[in-house]
């Protein structure tokens, strides 16, 4: 597949838990590119989805704090009642009003993430039960990176699939399974190669 890739973003609402544990939970433990999680949740949710997520998986699953720095073999996942912006090497909170009325917005988080990053962008939306997701997924196409869409007939919620595939004819969709297998053959960006071969040097 052409291309390197810097950033995975992922969204998803109505029946995430489960999408999202299967997802990560079958990327492989070299996985280095960063993998940033947007869960529509209630604004009174603790942080049970990391501990939950990193059952699943040998890559380090955390919750995101305001300006994190973005480091690979990472999962972040967005807390609630904020929004997650994407910035060149670091994430962001914001309380700025809900949009579609969700806070964190997938939206937002895909918009900043191609704005950052471009072409080397991956955006991924699973089940879910509104629309929220499908522009941020159509800027990520529009500026060249990959976009990927759970297959509306698996999705406990088809309709955030089913938006996203409508406003990015152009995207892949597929199985979870099958996401998670495409994952896996991306190559990480100069950047993410970097920082991994410096985080290797010190150890």
């Known amino acids: 597949m052409p291309g390197r890739y810097e950033i995975v973003v992922v969204g998803t609402s109505?029946?995430?838990?489960?999408?999202?544990?299967?997802?990560?939970?079958?990327l492989p433990a070299d996985f280095v590119i960063p993998m940033v999680i947007v869960q529509h949740r209630h604004r009174d949710s603790d942080t049970v989805l990391a501990r939950l997520l990193q059952e699943c998986t040998a890559l380090r699953?955390?919750?995101?704090?305001?300006?994190q720095p973005?480091?690979?073999g990472h999962v972040f996942v967005a807390p609630p009642d904020y929004h997650l912006l994407v910035d060149a090497g670091s994430l962001s909170l914001?309380?700025?009003a809900p949009v579609r009325y969700s806070?964190?917005?997938?939206?937002?988080t895909f918009a900043s993430a191609s704005d950052s990053y471009g072409d080397a962008t991956v955006g991924v939306v699973?089940?879910?039960?509104?629309?929220?997701?499908?522009?941020?997924l159509r800027r990520v196409a529009a500026r060249g990176g990959l976009a990927y869409v759970q297959r509306p007939e698996e999705a406990v919620s088809p309709a955030m699939p089913m938006a996203a595939a409508a406003a990015v004819p152009t995207a892949r969709v597929l199985d979870i399974a099958e996401i998670a297998s495409?994952?896996?053959t991306l190559r990480p960006g100069a950047l993410v190669a970097a920082a991994q071969a410096a985080?290797?040097?010190?150890e």
């Not at 109505?14 to 079958?26: H, I, M, P």
């Not at 985080?199 to 010190?202: D, P």
Request: proline share 4%; net charge negative.
């Open 94 to 96: 914001s309380t700025d």
């Open 70 to 72: 973005i480091v690979p």
């Open 103 to 108: 806070r964190p917005s997938i939206d937002v």
């Open 14 to 26: 109505w029946g995430g838990l489960k999408a999202l544990k299967t997802l990560v939970g079958a």
């Open 199 to 202: 985080a290797e040097e010190e």
């Open 61 to 67: 699953v955390c919750e995101v704090e305001d300006g």
């Open 126 to 136: 699973l089940t879910g039960a509104n629309a929220d997701g499908a522009e941020g």
């Open 182 to 184: 495409a994952m896996g």
